[in-house]
Every structure is written in structure tokens, then in C-alpha cells.
């Protein structure tokens, strides 16, 4: 696939990578992509309220915002006030713009270019044999949905797609609806992010999130940021680190490229921030080989094995594990037989290196472990999380303040629609809570995952997808597969704000269904409505459309789902659908009895700053089989990547938001005016024999023998880690083989993809 001709690609200038992140450049950079897009008006309401306790909460990520009354008056990052600016644009999609361009038409623009054209106004339908959109109302496009649903010969021949984008109220009622019609396929975006993270966490804590509060990064003495790019991806989480340093603790990056944030970061919300040179965030650097994680944490673990053998009782946290945990012994015997020489392959690292952090770990008693997509999306990634949590067990850095585990959550509501029971596996005990509250027996056969799901629609299993929020095609691996699969279906909808390629790859017919954004308002018989999210830190809160909006034809997410709901199951006492889409009190009331911790729901969460769901591990209860946490052993697996080859990533760029991007920009790494660019080592260049700055196509090699190719990226000689390349997603989703995926979690392996550059003919 080549770039499109609206977005030229020869334009590229690089400049050396920035060794900050944040500060005054970066507020000014958001302010000019908002104003670009939108009145000054518009802005200033959406930025004002953005993650203040009554206003809406940030969509760009699921970092927390600090409690009610400790916040600033501006509360948010760059990338915050341009993810939400995106929405908030003045810009239109209507009738018109279908009726000029061809579905073919829009197939053949860029990322970039449909989003830009702006919100989605009213219900579209391209019809069986149609070239184009054409508008319908309402009631026709979802009786068409209804009517497809019951048409299907099995409930599990629909798909109920799930970005991390849609709140509790609309996350329950949609799962609701799925497994009252009889199916549990519920793939979502998660499946493609932090599912490695839910399978380690789950396995050994118990509970698949994450035990830490942000008081908690704040008083730790040893922060390790792992596989995570913050100052991109979670940029106020930088602020979080910069207290962890002022209290006296230290921070350690572990990275296959020396990202901006994590090494300097300056604060925009203070003026030392923004004129001084910034506070230094790493302590320690380790530049570490792709996928050489799972080593690391074995070293630093068969360290502290020996050192508590040279003094006995003064390293490990005995009564801890004693009490708390079982297969220490099994643990302890692996880990002690990793040799340094196998440590030295998988990580690039030299002893020295990893002994000064270790000696960071012995002097420090509160320990947390970050990580985020550097370590999901590799095959070994639920195996490095378990070693992780191994390495946090020993030191008895689970349950006590200032420690614990943190996996970094993407979408701003990834987490909750997970707590609200999107997920394909949910367990029984969530099963039967439905089950009572609404009087029908919930389906128990798991569903489809996403790789599944796309497995299902190209074997014609799967006939019907509707995808709420998100952009399924560009977001998952093997495009050109999952494309095909996605054209097999009988139908397809999407409940969506913006125009994206998922709305140009359609089914025998096609839906396009617009709804109310996080930035709209949301009103039903004068009464204003919000929705509710969990952070990243089980935080609950409410987020509250402040703009008029985007059109009056718009309904919101709630309301879609239990309209198509209730034309498709009927209207019945124990599902009332009406009253839900008319109140979302009584669905919170449902969500109170359903779903542990939420009791007393709607009170807590019109609090300013709302709850936070409690923890077990935090009273060091480990709802595991055992009933404690849980050591295991795992065997060193380093990605194999024949000689010739690399082993390419497929990461963000700072100017964009998951599928979607807004300039081709990476600021922080230097990149400008272009996006197909390719990081690689100079000593991997000259080792290749190739030049800076020559086209090369990128050829990715899979034992399915099948030849996935991206073509004319630009290479740039980068500090990435030898033996590594990096290039943004999603134009590099064609190489990932959809059937490359982590080892139990089946999550895409978009960290680890082995290829090859070819000189580009
Ligand atoms: N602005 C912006 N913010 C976002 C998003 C966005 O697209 N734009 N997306 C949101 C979502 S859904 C998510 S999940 C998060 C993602 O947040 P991140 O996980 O930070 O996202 P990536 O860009 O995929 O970056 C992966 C990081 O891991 C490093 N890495 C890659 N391979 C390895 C490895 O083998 N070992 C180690 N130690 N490091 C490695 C990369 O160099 C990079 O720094 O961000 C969220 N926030
Ligand atoms: N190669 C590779 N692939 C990856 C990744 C990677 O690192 N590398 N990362 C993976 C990860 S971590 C994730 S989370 C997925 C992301 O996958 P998705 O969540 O599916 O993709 P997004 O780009 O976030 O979806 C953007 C679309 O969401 C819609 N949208 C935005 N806001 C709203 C809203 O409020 N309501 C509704 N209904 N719709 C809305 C808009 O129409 C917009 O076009 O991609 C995954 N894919
Ligand atoms: S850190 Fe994340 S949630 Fe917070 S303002 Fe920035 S993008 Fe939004
Ligand atoms: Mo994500």
C-alpha cells in the first residue's frame, strides 16, 4: 500500500531527537491544532473543562487526574487539548459529501484525510450493489441492523466490536444486549492492547488491572517505566514521575529507543517547567534489544536471589512471601540457573549496566513496575509481565503503599468497559449476576476474541460486525486479510464520530450510524445526561458533554444500543430498554447490583472526582484459586530474527491518535513531513549496507510463506537498539501476520515482526 496522493511523502527533514518533552512548545503546538479546527469559543470551553470534576473527561488517554481538589486549571497535556479539539471541530461530513464521493473514492484517501473532513451527521447506508452512501432515517437503518441480527442462523454469527472510547453506561447496556440475543463474541480493542497484561495480572494477583494510586507513584523509591513512551502517550504522567523524584525516589527507563519524556521533561504548568532545562526524569537508562525484557527482570530476579544468599534475611521480604504467596521454591530454583550469557543475547545489555539499577533495587523498599505496549505486544509478553511480578513478590513490593503493579492503560475507558463486562471470556460469577438481575441465562461458551473474530468473518462463520467507536480495520494486523474477511459479511455498522476507513470497507450492506462525542452534550426533556469511565488507576467518574452538538440528528451511544436492542429482542419487563435510554440512572442502578464495588453507584459517582473501585491485593487478599499470589517460572524466550533481518515495532507517532493522525510529525524524535520512515541502528545500516535516507520496501517474513510487503519507506539512521526497527502504526499493519500473537493471550505480536528492507525497486 502506498501513501495517497493528498499526502505527499517525499517531504521528509530530520532533526536530532529532542532530549525533552512537554513545556511551553508543546501547549503552543495544541493550541494551534485546536484553533486550526475549530473557534476560538469551542476551544475555550472544551479545553476549560477538559478533566475538571464537572467537565469532560479526557479522551486522548487513561493516566488519572489527581483527586478533586488538587487540580490545575488547566488539567491537561498537549496531546489532550488535540485529541479533543479533533472532536470538537467545526468541520461537517453530510449528505452532500457522500453523494460526491464513491465509497471507492473515499477507500483511496488517507487516515489523515477522512478524518479531517469532521463529524458525522446523520445515518448513512450503502445498500447491497451500491457504489456510494445514501442517507436514511433512524428507524429504517436500525430495523435494517435488527433485522440482520435476526436473520443470522446462530446469535454467534454477530460480532460486537468495542473500542476503549465508549463509557461504562453504554459498555454494559451494549455486552447486555449481546448475550441477551445469545453470544459472548465480543472482541475489543483491549484484545489488540493490554489483554498480555489482564492474563499475567489475573494468573498470578488475581485481579487483572493494575494495584497502584497516583499517591502511590508519588511516594515510591523506584519507578520503572518499561516498553512505554509517556511523553507521547501519557504525558501527564510525567508529572507524576517529576514528584516521585522530588520525594527522593528514582526512576528507571527501560526503552529499545531513548524516547524525549523520559529523559527531560518540562512542566507546563509550572514556570520552572516551562524556562528552565526541566527536570531529569531517568535515573537509569537501559537501552535495552526488542523483546529482551523478560531477561532483564530474570537478571535483576537472579540477583536478588544471590545477594540474599551472601545475606540472608536482608533481601528478600520473607514474611511476605511466606504468607502470601506459593511457588516460590519452583521460582527460585529457575531463575537462579539464568546464565549471564543468555542475559547478555536477549538484552544488549552489560552486566555493569543492569548491576547499578540492581543496586537501586536494594537500597529502595517501594518499588512499582510501568509498562505498556513495549512489553504486551510481543509473543512473550504475558511470560515478561509474570517475571515482572516475580521480581515485585520477592521484594514484597505488592500491597503496600508507594509499590505495586501498573500497566498503563491506552483509551480513556479501556479499563471500565472491561470492570462493564466487554470481554469475550467474562467469568461465571459476572454470568450469574446478570443472569439475576435481568432474568435470562447469559450464553457461557467464551466468544471471539479480535484475531478470532477476523478468522471467523474470512471462514464465513461470522456474517454481521458492528463495531461501536474504534476503526477495526486499520487497528488490527494482516490489513490486507482482515479486509477481505470484513467484505465477506452480510452487513456491517459502525456507531461512530468520525469518518474513518472501517466506514470504506463494507459489507453486502453498510451502516454508518453517527453519535454524540465525549465533547457533546447530551440532553433528553431538558435534562443534561453524562456517562460515566474508569481511569487507568480504577478511578470512577462522570464526564459531561459541554458543546451544542455536531448535529441535531445525532443520537447518543446509549441510545443506539437500546433502540437496536429492543427491535431486536423485544420489549420485555426484565429488559426495559426505553427506560434505559430515557434515564441512565437505571442503568447505573443495574451496573450497582451487577458489578462488585460499584454499590451506591449513582451517589459516588456525582461526587466531584467520583470513587475509586477497591483492590484486593492492596489488603493483600489474592482472589486466586490459592487464595494467594502467585510465583511462576518461565522460561528465557528471546525472538529469533534470522541474519539480514530486523525486528520491526509499529508504534505511535506524537501527532496522532491510534489509527487516526493529524500531521505527519514526530516532534520529538525529529521526524517531520513524513510518516513512512523507518528507525533502524547506522551500525544494523552499514551491517545491511544501506544509506541513510534510502527507499526501501519493508517485507515481513512469516513461516505461512504468504509475502506481506509496505512499500517507499524512507530510513532513517536512529539510536534504536541494535538488531531493532521502528515505523508507525497503522501503515504497517499489513506486515503483522494475523496469526503472530502472543503466547496466551492471543494479542498481535505488533511489537515483534520480523522483516527485511529491500532496496525499493
Ligand atoms: N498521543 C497519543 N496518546 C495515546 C495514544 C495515541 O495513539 N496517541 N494511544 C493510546 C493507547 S490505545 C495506548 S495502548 C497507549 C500506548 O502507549 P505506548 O505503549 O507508549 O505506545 P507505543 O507508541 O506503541 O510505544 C511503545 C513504546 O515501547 C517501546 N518498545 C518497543 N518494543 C520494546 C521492547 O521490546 N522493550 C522495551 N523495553 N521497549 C520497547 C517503544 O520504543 C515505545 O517507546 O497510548 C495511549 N495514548
Ligand atoms: N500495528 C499496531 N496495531 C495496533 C497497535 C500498535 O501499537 N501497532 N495498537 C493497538 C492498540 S493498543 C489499540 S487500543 C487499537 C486501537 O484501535 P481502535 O480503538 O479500534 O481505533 P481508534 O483509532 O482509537 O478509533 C478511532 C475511531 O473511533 C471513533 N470514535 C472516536 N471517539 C468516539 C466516541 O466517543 N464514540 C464513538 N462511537 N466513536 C468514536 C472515530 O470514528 C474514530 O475514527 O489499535 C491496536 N493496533
Ligand atoms: S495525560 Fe492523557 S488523559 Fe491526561 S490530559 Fe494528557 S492525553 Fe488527556
Ligand atoms: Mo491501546
Redesign the pocket.
Known amino acids: 500500500m502506498r501513501s495517497s496522493a493528498e499526502d505527499p511523502d517525499d517531504d521528509l527533514t530530520v532533526t536530532p531527537p529532542k532530549e525533552w518533552a512537554a513545556g511551553l512548545p508543546a501547549v503552543t503546538h495544541a493550541l494551534r491544532h485546536a484553533l486550526g479546527q475549530t473557534s476560538v469559543q469551542r476551544t475555550a470551553l472544551t479545553l476549560l473543562t477538559l478533566n475538571q470534576s464537572k467537565g469532560i473527561d479526557c479522551?486522548g488517554c487513561a493516566w488519572p487526574e489527581p483527586p478533586a481538589g488538587k487540580r490545575h486549571l488547566n488539567e491537561y497535556c498537549e496531546n489532550g487539548a488535540k485529541h479533543i479539539s479533533d472532536?470538537a471541530t467545526s468541520r461537517r461530513v453530510t449528505r452532500e459529501f457522500f453523494r460526491e464521493h464513491s465509497i471507492a473514492d473515499l477507500g483511496a484517501r488517507s487516515d489523515r484525510w477522512?478524518?479531517q473532513q469532521g463529524r458525522?451527521t446523520e445515518p448513512m447506508v450503502k445498500r447491497p450493489g451500491a457504489t456510494h452512501y445514501e442517507p436514511l432515517g433512524w428507524d429504517e437503518a436500525l430495523d435494517l441492523l435488527a433485522g440482520g441480527l435476526k436473520s443470522l442462523d446462530s446469535p454467534d454469527e454477530a460480532l460486537f466490536?468495542v473500542?476503549?472510547?465508549?463509557?461504562n453506561e453504554?459498555a454494559f447496556l451494549l455486552q447486555l444486549f449481546a448475550r441477551a440475543f445469545g453470544t459472548n463474541n465480543l472482541p475489543d480493542?483491549?484484545n489488540?492492547?493490554?489483554e498480555s497484561s489482564g492474563s499475567a495480572l489475573s494468573e498470578t494477583l488475581g485481579i487483572g488491572k493494575g494495584s497502584v494510586q497516583l499517591d502511590d507513584i508519588h511516594q515510591a523509591d523506584l519507578v520503572f517505566v518499561v516498553g512505554q513512551n509517556p511523553g507521547t502517550n501519557h504525558p501527564r504522567m510525567l508529572s507524576a514521575l517529576e514528584e516521585t523524584k522530588r520525594n527522593g525516589g528514582h526512576v528507571v527507563a527501560v526503552n529499545t529507543l531513548p524516547e524525549a519524556g523520559l529523559i527531560r521533561f518540562k512542566n507546563p504548568q509550572k514556570a520552572r517547567g516551562v524556562v528552565g532545562r526541566g527536570t531529569r526524569i531517568a535515573d537509569h537508562f537501559l537501552h535495552i534489544r526488542a523483546g529482551g525484557d523478560l531477561a532483564l527482570f530474570q537478571a535483576l530476579n537472579k540477583l536478588l536471589l544471590e545477594a540474599e544468599d551472601a545475606a540472608p534475611g536482608a533481601v528478600l521480604d520473607h514474611d511476605f512471601i511466606n504468607a502470601h504467596t506459593t511457588g516460590f521454591t519452583e521460582f527460585a530454583e529457575h531463575a537462579r540457573k539464568v546464565s549471564w550469557e543468555d542475559i547478555d543475547t536477549a538484552t544488549g545489555l552489560s552486566r555493569e549496566e543492569i548491576e547499578r539499577v540492581f543496586d537501586r533495587v536494594l537500597e529502595s523498599r517501594k518499588i512499582i513496575v510501568c509498562w505498556?505496549?513495549g512489553v504486551?505486544?510481543h509473543k512473550h509478553g504475558v511470560p515478561t509481565i509474570r517475571e515482572m511480578v516475580n521480581f515485585l513478590l520477592a521484594r514484597g513490593s505488592i500491597g503496600r503503599p508507594g509499590a505495586g503493579v501498573c500497566p498503563v492503560r491506552?483509551?480513556s475507558n479501556?479499563q471500565g468497559d472491561r470492570t462493564m463486562g466487554v470481554w469475550e471470556r467474562m467469568p461465571q460469577r459476572f454470568l450469574d449476576a446478570l443472569e439475576k438481575e435481568f432474568g435470562f441465562t447469559p450464553p457461557t461458551r467464551h466468544g471471539l476474541d479480535v484475531v478470532n473474530a477476523i478468522r471467523a468473518m474470512r471462514d464465513g462463520r461470522a456474517r454481521i460486525f458492528l463495531?461501536?467507536?474504534?476503526?477495526?480495520v486499520?487497528?488490527?494486523?494482516d490489513s490486507a486479510v482482515t479486509e477481505e474477511a470484513m467484505r465477506r459479511c452480510a452487513l456491517t455498522a459502525?456507531?461512530?464520530?468520525?469518518?474513518?476507513r472501517?466506514?470504506t470497507v463494507c459489507g453486502d450492506t453498510a451502516l454508518i450510524l453517527p453519535?454524540?462525542?465525549?465533547s457533546d452534550r447530551d440532553v433528553h426533556e431538558g435534562v443534561e445526561r453524562f456517562v460515566t469511565v474508569e481511569d487507568s488507576m480504577s478511578q470512577v467518574h462522570a464526564s459531561r458533554g459541554k458543546l451544542p452538538p455536531a448535529s441535531p440528528d445525532l443520537l447518543s451511544?446509549v441510545a443506539i444500543i437500546s433502540r437496536t436492542a429492543r427491535r431486536t429482542l423485544g420489549t420485555s419487563p426484565d429488559l426495559p430498554w426505553e427506560e434505559f435510554e430515557a434515564d441512565y440512572g437505571t442503568v447505573r442502578d443495574r451496573i450497582s447490583r451487577v458489578v462488585p464495588g460499584f454499590e451506591d453507584f449513582e451517589a459516588r459517582v456525582s461526587r466531584p472526582g467520583g470513587f475509586t473501585l477497591p483492590n484486593p491485593v492492596n489488603s493483600y487478599v489474592f482472589p486466586t484459586p490459592s487464595g494467594k499470589a502467585v510465583f511462576t517460572r518461565n522460561d528465557l524466550t528471546v525472538p529469533e530474527v534470522p541474519p539480514g533481518h530486523l525486528l520491526l515495532?509499529?508504534?505511535?507517532s506524537h501527532d496522532q491518535?491510534?489509527?487516526?493522525w493529524y500531521a505527519p510529525d514526530d516532534r520529538y524524535r525529529g521526524i517531520h513531513n513524513a510518516r513512512r520512515v523507518v528507525l533502524v541502528n547506522p551500525a544494523d545500516l552499514d551491517e545491511l549496507d544501506l544509506a541513510d535516507g534510502a527507499t526501501v520496501d519493508l517485507v515481513s517474513v512469516w513461516h505461512d510463506g504468504v509475502e506481506r510487503r509496505a512499500e517507499d519507506f524512507r530510513v532513517v539512521a536512529y539510536p534504536a537498539s541494535r538488531g531493532s526497527a521502528a515505523a508507525y502504526?497503522?501503515e504497517?499493519?499489513v506486515?503483522?501476520p494475523l496469526d503472530s500473537v502472543a503466547d496466551i493471550s492471543n494479542c498481535?505480536t505488533?511489537?515483534g515482526?520480523v522483516v527485511r528492507l529491500e532496496p525499493a525497486g
Do not use: D
Open positions: 479522551p472532536e477522512l478524518n458525522l466490536y473500542s476503549g472510547r465508549l463509557g453504554p480493542c483491549s489488540m492492547c493490554h505498556a505496549m504486551t505486544q491506552g483509551h479501556v463495531g461501536v467507536a474504534g476503526n477495526f486499520r487497528a488490527t494486523p459502525h456507531i461512530s464520530t468520525k469518518l474513518n472501517s466506514h453519535t454524540l462525542g465525549r451511544e515495532q509499529t508504534l505511535r491518535w491510534n489509527t487516526v502504526y497503522p504497517t499493519n506486515l503483522v498481535p505488533s511489537k515482526v
